[in-house]
């Protein structure tokens, strides 16, 4: 019986982990340029800072200006100071596809290589959040618990 209830919590944890692993984007608003989505799995709240992922989804595809290439979507991780209503970029990355991942091509054809590595921003600097934002919307989700 312990070996059987071993299984069982062992198989319960995984689940747990698996499903948090796959977690779906959720809308929170749109506006004429873009929807914004959430993660809300990745939401991790510290003392008054809150970090969790987002995802701009462009409904025209815009073009990074760096590299020339076709953007339809950015995911970033966003730190929120929840006591300040302010925020500052972590981590940033744009995708030529509108779901947030990496264009799949069938394998007979060269896939282009995309030149959109992560953006790491540790040290930026917190900005204040304007009302009717995009950082507005995700600083809803993210402090609401607070």
Known sequence: MKRYFKKLSTAAIA?????SAFAAWQEIGQNEQAIVLVDTATLKLEGDKAQIMS???FKKTGKDPKTGEFVNSIVGLN???CSTVMYRPLEVK???SRDGKDIKVPPTVVQKPYVFEALLTPDST?????NGSWPAGVFNVACRSK
């Open 55 to 57: 995802m701009l989804s």
């Open 79 to 81: 730190e929120y100071d």
């Open 126 to 130: 917190f900005e204040p959040i304007e």
């Open 15 to 19: 689940l747990f982990f698996t499903s």
């Open 94 to 96: 744009m995708f030529p």
